[in-house]
């Protein structure tokens, strides 16, 4: 990044899902980019602390993992007040982690949507009651959650994944309007069809039919996602809240 404004620089950042995925294309480009950040990963790797050691050298900032389960509040909680005894402020928060568990709604029990759920919408909200905290006391910070053209759109087989990106969209609006007198930004991004493990699994058919719908006739990379991601952490964005943006390559 020689020569290059570095948009997060000296900020410290909050990622989760950041084992692989857009989570890890956002760690690579926020340290990059001059930002320090707490890794959030569901479990921890050699690969994974190697890789964060060497990141982090190179680009002359620091990166804390922090391991959790999204599934158990308690390890929510341990990880947000670890965070908060650095005693520094939290500047951006960005809330990836997620999962999916596809089936037709008649054959999706109660329990399959929950734990959806869980992942997706509560135990997000959760992290965030926890990180904003730290913000409203700085009177300052971003806030960026992933949604999905899914939870525009609706998407068949479905239901679970799409009830709980659409969720993160209501929350994202109104916290906007909340937290706004404190000086913080809440913004969502909803992707489309970006390459990531989460894709690979899906049928050749139904990938085909989303092609044909796309106007770039492509899937997105996770680094493409990242970069709206880091325009929405930035300064760039200073009078955007409240808003869902689409990176879908033209999906409608």
Request: some cysteine; charged content about 20%.
């Amino acid at each position: 990044m020689e020569g290059q404004e570095l948009l997060v620089q000296g900020k410290n950042a909050v990622i989760t899902g950041c084992l692989k995925g857009i989570g890890r294309s956002t760690l690579d480009l926020f340290a990059r980019n001059g930002a320090n950040v707490w890794a959030c990963c569901q479990y921890e790797t050699p690969e994974f602390l190697a890789y964060t050691k060497e990141l982090a050298a190179a680009n002359n900032v620091w990166i804390t993992p922090l391991y959790f389960d999204f599934l158990d509040p308690e390890q929510i909680k341990t990880a947000a007040h670890a965070i908060r005894d650095t005693k520094q402020p939290v500047d951006i928060l960005v809330n990836i982690a997620g999962m999916t568990q596809d089936a037709l709604f008649h054959m999706t029990t109660m329990d399959q949507m929950k734990k959806v759920f869980e992942v997706n919408f509560f135990s997000q909200m959760l992290l965030t009651q926890y990180i904003t905290r730290n913000m409203v006391r700085h009177k300052s910070g971003s806030v960026i959650n992933i949604s999905s053209i899914s939870a525009i759109d609706g998407n068949p087989g479905q239901l679970s994944y799409t009830a709980s990106k659409a969720a993160i969209i209501g929350a994202t609006k109104t916290l906007s309007a909340e937290l706004a007198a404190s000086g913080i930004r809440v913004n969502a991004i909803a992707p489309g069809v970006i390459k990531t493990d989460m894709t690979e699994k899906m049928p050749g058919e139904t990938m085909a039919q989303l092609m044909a719908k796309s106007d770039l006739k492509r899937m997105g990379s996770p680094e493409e996602v990242a970069e709206v991601i880091l325009f929405l952490a930035s300064d760039l964005s200073s009078y955007i809240t409240g808003q869902v943006i689409r990176v879908d390559g033209g999906i409608g």
